[in-house]
């Protein structure tokens, strides 16, 4: 069982940025692929961004140039650095870990998932 917690949600005005975190429990979190999806009330989940096992990144066109994902394997964390924020990125930002190691864009390709964490961008 992995357990993930996201943090580092909060509001911010637009053109600012947020850094989010996932620290996980486990003690194979290398091997996973790591993946943050988001939700806006009304809206289906979306993928945002993901990051293979080997540290190869993927990105959905809007946010390609404005987020960065990373990971720690030493810390068995990931990141989400988010910035330039836009009225439109405001949702639950969700962390989730897939065990097959390689980064899916629809939430069944994954195993575990945080609670998710709320970001709110002013305009």
């Known amino acids: 069982q992995v357990q993930l917690v996201e943090s580092g949600g909060g509001l911010v005005q637009a053109g600012g940025s947020l850094r989010l975190s996932c620290p996980a429990s486990?003690?194979?979190?290398?091997?996973?692929?790591m993946g943050w999806f988001r939700q806006a009330p009304g809206k289906e989940s979306e993928f945002v961004a993901g990051?293979?096992?080997?540290?190869?990144?993927y990105y959905a066109d809007s946010v390609k140039g404005r987020f960065t994902i990373s990971r720690d394997n030493a810390k068995n964390a990931v990141y989400l650095q988010m910035n330039s924020l836009k009225p439109e990125d405001t949702a639950a930002y969700y962390c989730?870990?897939?065990?097959?190691?390689?980064?899916?864009?629809?939430?069944?390709?994954?195993?575990?998932w945080g609670q998710g964490t709320q970001v709110t961008v002013s305009s």
């Open positions: 989730a870990a897939a065990i097959l190691g390689s980064v899916r864009q629809f939430k069944s390709g994954y195993d575990y």
């Open positions: 486990g003690r194979t979190f290398s091997t996973y692929a």
């Open positions: 990051i293979s096992r080997a540290h190869n990144t």
